[in-house]
């Protein structure tokens, strides 16, 4: 992945999976050290294992976002610590695991949860990344609730790399992506309660 680093397309983001021991690795931070500037580079630790000491862990995670690169925590809803590792982490993206986005166009209780969790994410400056998206109705699903980013076969299978969207996928999306376009910033916007001092 390393090798196809500077033809990263604009606007764009390369992903890697670590387990949270593996963030102090010595391995690691010389592969990270020898491309320099990290941003577009993110470190996904798994939610699969306990995190390591958060005293050994917090110089590191520092360090990464000293040089440009996010933060997120894979596997979200799957995991082994769930909202403490969240919190512990302060992650910049929260990947939903594909066991809660299959089906969630006909799972209201996975509706649900995942507007929940994306509200959550709000709150914390953090993006929410759906994966395993494999059907149109889950990405216009996911789309009504707000999820912001999206991944899975649906907008393309595992290939050489920089691939383009499947065809089919930004055919059926564009027109959603264009009302978004069109509406301006009213819908990026987050109403805050107020209150009259008089």
């Known amino acids: 992945s390393a090798l196809h680093w500077p033809d990263l397309p604009p606007n764009c983001f390369m992903s890697v999976n670590v387990e949270p021991e593996s963030v102090v690795h010595p391995t690691l931070w010389s592969t990270l050290d020898s491309l320099g500037d990290l941003r577009g580079i993110v470190v996904e630790i798994t939610e699969h294992r306990a995190l390591?000491?958060?005293?050994q862990l917090e110089p590191v995670l520092d360090r990464l976002r000293g040089a440009g690169a996010l933060i997120a925590i894979d596997d979200t809803g799957a995991g082994h610590a769930g909202l403490q590792q969240i919190l512990t982490l302060r992650p910049s993206i929260l990947k939903l695991d594909k066991a809660l986005v299959e089906h969630v166009d006909t799972d209201r209780a996975k509706a649900a949860l995942i507007e929940m969790i994306g509200t959550f994410a709000n709150r914390i400056d953090a993006w929410l990344l759906a994966e395993g998206v494999e059907t149109e109705a889950e990405a216009r699903m996911l789309g009504d609730l707000g999820v912001p980013l999206v991944q899975g076969y649906y907008f393309g299978r595992p290939a050489a790399p920089w691939t383009r969207l499947d065809p089919m996928a930004d055919r059926a999306l564009r027109?959603?992506?264009?009302?978004?376009?069109?509406?301006?910033l009213r819908g990026?916007?987050?109403?805050?309660?107020w209150i009259r001092t008089q």
Request: charged letters at 15%.
């Open 52 to 55: 390591a000491s958060m005293d």
């Open 188 to 193: 990026l916007l987050d109403p805050a309660p």
């Open 175 to 184: 027109p959603r992506t264009a009302a978004l376009s069109s509406s301006g």
